[in-house]
């Protein structure tokens, strides 16, 4: 059997551990973002920790028009997550610009800009008001959104829509701006948009957007949520993320996967990271942890270390070897031998 020894992880304590990533031409100092919609444009989070020492922050998806989103009540509780239904609610383009960009250019913090339209035009002019104003690192496109009155506005559930919006973005972005499109795990098959992307100019995906669900209110025996149906995030859908990540890395391996769906912990975000992300997004649970992303930097640190890497490069879709290779030697010089677990009693 073939010996894979991945490091032997003496790094000195203390010193910086390599959690630097590429997301095609974009280098991030770490690979932990905030999610889109989930950090407004990283503020209020800034309170908390310095938002400069993550990778980066994703802004809530930003339309051409101030958006008022959908009626109250939008948020419910299901076990492992929620459900919302917020419905792209938003200043517009012009006051984001203004005042988050901005501040977040000021701030020096690492930004990608989530863009959201009902149109391939409204995704055109938003990309190029961007592009005149500047100031930003990537733009992550929402073709994903669950939360929109009309189910056929979500472009990513079809290949031919989805890479539609991304050349449209393409043609009215600056060439060097690495372009990310965001994609819903509601599909038959999530390889197929990835590829569709790919090939109309996006530079990365970024999987998964919410899952579309529905909770009842037994009291009033009626909808939970006053648009009725709303994403599920959290925890719950992680196994689903995963999976994505997994399925469009095994068919696409050089393409750049931002990961996200209920990271809570550095050991969630490892286990996107070997599926395959180059870098993931930490959204729900921010909102009953705010300092979140640092933490899951710090633990991620942890859990690289402890298993032998010496840097995140080496974790990278490193769950895709080979079963054969699958020996591995810890920091600890322990030998680990992955390949000859006995895996019988999930037959029994
Ligand atoms: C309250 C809320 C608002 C969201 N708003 C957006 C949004 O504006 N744009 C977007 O692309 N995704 C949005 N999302 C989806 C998240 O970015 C993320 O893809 C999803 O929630 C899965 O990650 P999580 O389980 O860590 O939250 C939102 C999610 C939540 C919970």
């Not at 506005?153 to 499109?181: E, H, L, Y």
């Not at 948009?193 to 209110?217: E, P």
């Amino acid at each position: 059997m073939t010996r894979t020894i991945i490091s032997t992880g003496k790094a000195s304590p203390g010193s910086t551990f390599d959690l630097r990533t590429h997301l095609g031409s974009l280098e991030l100092h770490s690979p932990v973002l905030t999610a889109s919609g989930c950090a407004a444009a990283g503020r209020e989070l800034d309170n908390y920790f310095d938002i400069t020492a993550i990778g980066g922050i994703v802004t809530k998806s930003i339309m051409l028009a101030p958006r008022s989103g959908r009626a109250t009540p939008r948020m419910a509780e299901t076990p492992s997550g929620m459900l919302n239904s917020i419905g792209l609610q938003g200043p517009g383009v012009e006051s984001f610009l203004e005042t988050d960009l901005a501040w977040l250019q000021q701030r020096g913090a690492r930004t990608i800009v989530s863009i959201a339209g009902g149109t391939a035009d409204e995704f055109g002019k938003v990309a190029a008001k961007l592009r005149v104003a500047g100031g930003f690192d990537a733009i992550e496109v929402n073709i994903s959104c669950p939360n929109v009155e009309d189910r056929g506005q979500v472009f990513a559930c079809r290949a031919d829509t989805a890479a539609q919006i991304i050349q449209t973005v393409r043609r009215n972005s600056d060439n060097k701006i690495p372009i990310f499109a965001k994609l819903s795990p509601d599909v038959t098959d999530i390889v197929e948009i990835a590829a569709s992307v790919s090939q109309a100019g996006a530079t990365g995906v970024s999987v998964i957007n919410t899952l579309l669900g529905m909770v009842i209110d037994t009291e009033t025996m009626r909808p939970a949520l006053a648009g009725v149906t709303g994403g599920l995030s959290g925890p719950a859908i992680r196994p689903i993320a995963v999976r994505c990540i997994w399925q469009i890395r095994s068919a696409l391996p050089d393409l750049p996967i931002i990961g996200m769906g209920g990271v809570r912990t550095g050991h969630d975000a490892l286990e996107m990271i070997l599926a395959g992300a180059n870098a993931i997004s930490v959204g729900t649970s921010i909102f009953n942890d705010p300092a979140a992303p640092m933490r899951i930097q710090k633990e991620l640190e942890q859990e690289l270390r402890s298993r032998g890497f010496e840097s995140l490069t080496q974790a990278i879709s490193f769950a895709h070897r080979e079963e054969s290779e699958a020996v591995t030697e810890t920091a600890a010089g322990e030998s680990i031998d992955h390949g000859e677990q006995n895996w019988d009693f999930i037959s029994e």
